[in-house]
């Protein structure tokens, strides 16, 4: 019991010291080795910090940091070569100034449903984000939940057919594909996009009279209109990100030979397990190229601007690698077993509520949607199957139900997208976090609760 009560001070820690703005790079490790202390496992602190937490945090690291690199670097270019402003211009004028939020929505949500990682769609669309709104003098503080609401809750979860890994991860487990009961995920996905912009939309009116703000942080470079590229020279490089994703991941990586990877070289790898990073890479550096070739004469210097995208992209990566190393570790202590089966066991009889609070808690504790997920589904993913069977509930139903869940307490204060986002907006969790966690995480629980509600009436 002691364990329990470690890990759910650790973690409360770690939510409100992360909102009063405590570097999550150091409060991940010193609240990590607190749990172990409560656990009752002290004395294998050091080991559990070089050799889990460490560990952890290095293998994501070292998976996702060309995808942080590649994406930064394609975001800064956007913003230096006047991209950003003339596609956020052309915004402003074809749907006004009072559908701000809902253009950037729709251009995260397009890169989102694509294939983009959330942490790509935050680089490249904060510069036409701020764009957009200091044309409009509305808010920045906003900004974060906007791009928010956009990559991370309803292309992420719900709508089928996406390419996040929150869509594929339940494939394997309940024997559907990523286009699983479309009907629901269609309606709760309008859903929480009409949700989120209704809330960003009153709140962007009640304080428009602040203003974009003066003196803010991390601000994309003005660039006068008449130096701005055309429109579609701007949004090339966005299609030839989606599009080459698609076709990298669905039609030319497939056909690649690849059987080295089947070496102990290569760690006897299933191709599977990178197709969709190897997919991205390519994706981003046909898009950089784009970029530079299509606006040569825009930049002032082109590798000063790739350098500064280069620089920017480290907070990001280490930020949420020590959150992946710290639910590495609070997930490897025994303590953690008794959270898992007390979340598991809360509706034996309704597996929808079940599998459902469970991707919940566990993505809130481990500060990941697909951490969450990725636990749920390997402790009990067979057994949910079985009771889908047992109790004749569609397995489409618990595909869905589970990737939309994945997508609610994982936006806690400790989250890394979280954190990510609000360090590229250059804003702080007390001036942004309410209105993420209103768009990312009240409003998606309450869809996904709604949604189990009517379908445990049907069943």
């Not at 050091?46 to 293998?59: D, N, P, V």
């Not at 070496?263 to 390519?282: A, H």
């Not at 636990?375 to 067979?382: D, H, N, V």
Request: charged share 10%; proline share 4%.
């Amino acid at each position: 019991m002691t364990g329990v009560i470690g890990i759910l001070l650790s973690l409360a820690l770690l939510m409100y010291l992360a909102y009063r703005g405590i570097s999550v790079i150091i409060l991940a490790p010193v609240l990590a080795m607190l749990a172990v202390v409560f656990a009752g496992e002290g004395a294998q602190m050091l080991g559990i910090y070089t050799q889990i937490f460490m560990a952890k945090m290095g293998s994501f690291a070292v998976k996702y940091f060309p995808i942080f690199l590649l994406g930064a670097i394609f975001g800064k270019l956007m913003e230096d070569s006047g991209s950003a402003k003339i596609i956020a211009k052309t915004i402003i004028n074809s749907l006004g100034i009072k559908h701000a939020a809902l253009a950037i929505v729709l251009a995260c949500g397009l890169l989102t449903y694509g294939g983009v990682s959330a942490f790509v769609v935050a680089f490249a669309v904060y510069p036409l984000a701020a764009a957009l709104f200091r044309e409009a003098d509305l808010p920045k503080r906003f900004i974060p939940a906007t791009i928010a609401l956009g990559a991370f809750t309803f292309t992420m979860t719900c709508l089928p057919g996406t390419s996040q890994i929150h869509n594929i991860i339940p494939v394997s487990y309940f024997g559907t594909d990523m286009y699983a009961a479309p009907v629901i995920g269609l309606c709760a996905g309008v859903t929480m996009m009409l949700g989120g912009l209704w809330w960003i939309n009153r709140r962007i009116n009640i304080y428009k009279n602040e203003g974009y703000g003066d003196k803010q942080s991390n601000e994309p470079i003005t660039i006068q209109d008449q130096h701005l590229p055309g429109l579609w020279v701007a949004l090339l490089p966005i299609l030839v990100v989606v599009l080459s994703n698609f076709v990298f991941q669905k039609m030319l990586i497939p056909g690649w030979d690849t059987t080295y990877l089947n070496t102990d070289k290569f760690g006897n790898l299933d191709v599977n397990k990178v197709k969709s990073i190897w997919s991205m890479i390519m994706a981003l550096i046909l898009a950089i190229t784009t970029v530079v070739m299509f606006n040569w004469g825009k930049f002032t210097d082109v590798n000063v601007s790739m350098t500064k995208g280069a620089m920017g992209s480290m907070l990001p990566t280490f930020n949420t690698a020590s959150e992946v190393g710290y639910g590495g570790t609070i997930a490897s202590l025994g303590a953690f077993l008794l959270v898992k089966e007390a979340v598991i066991n809360i509706s034996p009889g309704n597996p929808l509520i079940s599998e459902v609070v469970a991707v919940n808690v566990l993505a809130g504790i481990t500060g990941s949607a697909s951490g969450g997920l990725t636990i749920a589904l390997e402790a009990l993913g067979t057994t949910y199957a079985q009771l889908a069977e047992q109790f004749n509930i569609n397995p489409e139903w618990m595909h869905r139900l589970a990737s939309m869940a994945s997508g609610g307490f994982d936006s806690l204060p400790h989250n890394g997208a979280v954190i990510t986002l609000l360090t590229i907006c250059g804003l702080s969790h007390k001036q942004s976090y309410k209105d993420i966690f209103m768009v990312s995480l009240v409003i998606p629980v309450t869809i996904t609760a709604i949604t189990v509600a009517i379908l445990s009436f049907i069943i």
